[in-house]
Nanobody, 127 residues
Framework: QVRLVESGGGLVQAGGSLRLSCIAS????????MGWFRQAPGKEREFVAG????????DSTDSVKGRFTIFRDNAKNTVYLQMNSLKPEDTALYYC????????????????????WGQGTQVTVSS
């Protein structure tokens, strides 16, 4: 099993940047494909970005392409979400998630495919 703890959220003005971190403990992060999801009040949890075990494959939702980047450091058991050019509509509780995969290059894009979740970190973007 793996335990996930997110950090790095906060209040930022529109156009600003934040870097979220997700640190894994327990089983090593290298066994897991990772994802970032977010949930705004009154909305469903949505996929933001995902990355394969070896970082060969990444994907992100269209609304954040060109602004958000997911990357990982398996030696530090940490996955990151670099968020630039933030918009008020990015305001949400951001979660990282993990799923163990046998293939190094596969990633997952739906919440139901992920087995482990952190507790979330709040991102608030003011206009």
């Amino acid at each position: 099993q793996v335990r996930l703890v997110e950090s790095g959220g906060g209040l930022v003005q529109a156009g600003g940047s934040l870097r979220l971190s997700c640190i894994a403990s327990g089983r090593a992060l290298r066994y897991y494909a990772m994802g970032w999801f977010r949930q705004a009040p009154g909305k469903e949890r949505e996929f933001v970005a995902g990355i394969s075990r070896n970082a060969y494959s990444t994907d992100s939702t269209d609304s954040v392409k060109g602004r958000f980047t997911i990357f990982r450091d398996n030696a530090k058991n940490t996955v990151y979400l670099q968020m630039n050019s933030l918009k008020p509509e990015d305001t949400a509780l951001y979660y990282c998630a993990a799923v163990e995969t046998s293939t190094l290059t596969i990633l997952r894009t739906t919440a139901r495919e992920y087995a482990y979740w952190g507790q979330g970190t709040q991102v608030t973007v003011s206009s």
